[in-house]
C-alpha cells in the first residue's frame, strides 16, 4: 500500500527535524569541545609551569649544571587521596640539549620515556611552548607539553609533561550521548504530535474524498458540506462544488439534448411509417402513389437535414474548429444569400433589401459562413408576415469587425424567450404557432459557427414589432 500524504508529511517534517538538530547539536559539541581542549590547555600549561620551575629551583640549590645529574622528584599518584575520584595522572620526561632524555617518572613504563619529536623539541629548546596529542604506548591517548627551561646557571634543558586526554573526552563523550537522548525524544514527540496534528488537518481532505466518491451521474444534484471558514480546504470544497454545479447542467443539458433530438427524428419517422402503411392497405392508383412518395420525400429531407444538423452541432461540441480558411468578401456573401431569398420574399409579398456598401473581407469557411447568414435571413423571412419589410446591411465596426444586421418587422420575440433563442431545439410559442415546421436548432448552430470563427451574435426584438439579429466576424485588413 503507498504511503499516505499524512506519513510522508510527517515523515519528512520529523527527517527534516532530525537533520537540524543533529547539526546543531554536532556544533554545540565541537564548541564544548574546543572549550575543553583549552581548559585542558591551560592546566597543563601550569602543570609544565610548575614542574619545569621546580626543577630549575632543585638544579640551583644543588648548583647542578646538567640535568643528567637529576633525579625526578617521584609521586605515587595513587596513594594520593582523591585518585579513585579522578584517576588522572602526570607523565614527565625531562631532555637536554642534546636531544638525550636526561631521566622520566616512574609511572611511565621503566624503559620508555614519552616518545621526543625532534622537530618539536628543537623549536622548544629556541623558547617555544609547544603542545602535542599522541598515543603512548602502554599509557594511552595523552595531551603533552614541551616546556622549555632557559637560564644563566643551567645548560638549556626541555621539561615533557603529559595528561591523558581521556578526561576530555569522557566528558564532551557525556555531552553527545545525553545530547543525542534528548533530541530521540524531541524526535519521537514531534513525530506523534505531527502525525496528530496532520490528521486533524486533513480530517476535512478525507472526508470530501468519501462524499464525493459516493456522487455519480445519478445523484449529481448531491453538494458537499461546506466548512464555514475560507481557508484553502474550504475554497477546495467550494470550488468542487461548482464543478460539480457545471457538471450537473451539462449533463442535463446532454440529457434533454438526447430526449429532443430522439423526440424531433421519431416525428417524421412516425408520419412515414403510418402514410406508408395506409398506403398499403389497398392497391392504390399511380397518381396516389405519387402524391404519397412526395409526402415522403419531405419527411425523409427533414430527417436528413436534422441529422446534418444534429452532426454540425455535435462537431462544434467536440471542439473541432472549421476546417477551411479562405480568405471571403463577406458582401459577396450576404448578396449571395440576398439573390437566393429574394424570389421567395417576392412571393410572400416582403419587401427584402440589402445595404452592403464598403468592403469587408473575412476569413473562414465560406460553406458555414454561408449557412449562417442564409439561417438568419430565413428566419426573418419565416417569422415575418406578409407586407412586412426585411434589411440585410453590412458594415465594418470601429474596433475592426465585420458587422451583419437582419433587421425584420416580424412577429418578434417575447422577452421571457429572448435568452432562449440560441438554446437548442428552443422554439417561442408565437413562432411555433406562426410557422409550425422548424426544429429550434438553427440559431444554435449559427451561434457556435459564430464562436468557432471567434465572433458571436446578438439579438434584440420586441414581441409583435420585430427583430434584429446581429452577426460578428473578425474583419480582415484589406
Ligand atoms: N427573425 C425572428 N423573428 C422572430 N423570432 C425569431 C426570429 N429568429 C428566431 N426566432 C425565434 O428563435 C427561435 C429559434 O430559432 P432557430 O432558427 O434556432 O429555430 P427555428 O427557426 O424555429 O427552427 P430551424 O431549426 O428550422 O431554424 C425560433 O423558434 C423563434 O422563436
Ligand atoms: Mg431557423
Redesign the pocket.
Known amino acids: 500500500m503507498p504511503f499516505s500524504f499524512r506519513t510522508k508529511l510527517t515523515f519528512w517534517y520529523v527527517l527534516l527535524l532530525a537533520t537540524l538538530l543533529a547539526a546543531a547539536a554536532v556544533f554545540l559539541i565541537l564548541i564544548l569541545q574546543r572549550i575543553a581542549e583549552r581548559k585542558l590547555d591551560a592546566t597543563l600549561w601550569v602543570l609544565g609551569a610548575t614542574e619545569a620551575e621546580g626543577i630549575a629551583a632543585r638544579m640551583r640549590d644543588r648548583q647542578l649544571q646538567s640535568p643528567d645529574d637529576l633525579t625526578i622528584n617521584d609521586i605515587d599518584y595513587r596513594n594520593i587521596p582523591g585518585y579513585e575520584q579522578f584517576p588522572v595522572q602526570k607523565y614527565v620526561t625531562v631532555v637536554n640539549a642534546a636531544h638525550r632524555v636526561a631521566d622520566f617518572s616512574v609511572n611511565l613504563p621503566s624503559d620508555s620515556p614519552l616518545p621526543i619529536n625532534d622537530w618539536l623539541l628543537t623549536r622548544a629548546l629556541r623558547g617555544s611552548v609547544i603542545f602535542e596529542t599522541i598515543n603512548v604506548p602502554q599509557v594511552g591517548r595523552v595531551r603533552m607539553i614541551y616546556t622549555p627551561v632557559i637560564n644563566h646557571q643551567t645548560e638549556p634543558f626541555v621539561v615533557i609533561v603529559a595528561v591523558p586526554t581521556e578526561f576530555v573526552g569522557v566528558e564532551v563523550g557525556y555531552v553527545a550521548r545525553r545530547v543525542g537522548a534528548i533530541i530521540l525524544l524531541v524526535l519521537a514527540l514531534a513525530g506523534v504530535s505531527g502525525w496528530l496534528l496532520a490528521r486533524r488537518a486533513l480530517r476535512p481532505v478525507v472526508e470530501t474524498t468519501t462524499a464525493l466518491r459516493r456522487i455519480n451521474d445519478q445523484n449529481l444534484h448531491e453538494r458537499l458540506a461546506e466548512p464555514h471558514t475560507r481557508d484553502e480546504i474550504g475554497n477546495l470544497i467550494a470550488v468542487l462544488n461548482e464543478l460539480l454545479t457545471r457538471l450537473d447542467n451539462a449533463f442535463d443539458m446532454q440529457r434533454r439534448f438526447t430526449a429532443d433530438a430522439s423526440h424531433e427524428i421519431c416525428t417524421p419517422l412516425t408520419i412515414l411509417k403510418g402514410s406508408t402503411e395506409v398506403a398499403l392497405l389497398e392497391p392504390r392508383t399511380t397518381r396516389e402513389y405519387e402524391a404519397l412518395l412526395r409526402s415522403n420525400l419531405e419527411e425523409i429531407e427533414r430527417v436528413s437535414e436534422l441529422t446534418s444538423?444534429l452532426l454540425a452541432l455535435a462537431r462544434a461540441d467536440s471542439g473541432e474548429t472549421q476546417t477551411a480558411r479562405e480568405l471571403l468578401i463577406f458582401n459577396e456573401l450576404v448578396a449571395d444569400v440576398h439573390a437566393r431569398l429574394l424570389p421567395l420574399a417576392e412571393e410572400r409579398g416582403i419587401e427584402f433589401t440589402l445595404k452592403s456598401n464598403e468592403l469587408v473581407l473575412v476569413e473562414g469557411d465560406h460553406q458555414a459562413l454561408r449557412q449562417v447568414v442564409f439561417?438568419?435571413a430565413?428566419?426573418?423571412l419565416?417569422?415575418?408576415p406578409r407586407g412586412g419589410r426585411i434589411e440585410l446591411a453590412v458594415a465594418l465596426t470601429a474596433d475592426n469587425f465585420a458587422r451583419l444586421d437582419?433587421t425584420?418587422t416580424?412577429?418578434?420575440?417575447p422577452a421571457s424567450?429572448l435568452p432562449h433563442?440560441?438554446d437548442r431545439f428552443?422554439?417561442?410559442d408565437?413562432?411555433?404557432a406562426h410557422?409550425p415546421?422548424?426544429?429550434?436548432?438553427?440559431?444554435?448552430?449559427?451561434q457556435a459557427v459564430a464562436k468557432t470563427h471567434g465572433g458571436k451574435i446578438s439579438v434584440e426584438?420586441v414581441e409583435g414589432r420585430?427583430?434584429r439579429?446581429t452577426l460578428f466576424l473578425p474583419a480582415t485588413q484589406t
Open positions: 444538423n439561417n438568419l430565413s428566419n426573418a419565416r417569422y415575418t437582419v425584420d416580424g412577429i418578434g420575440i424567450a433563442v440560441f428552443f422554439r417561442a408565437n413562432a411555433r410557422a415546421e422548424g426544429s429550434g436548432l438553427g440559431l444554435a448552430i449559427c426584438s420585430g427583430s439579429f
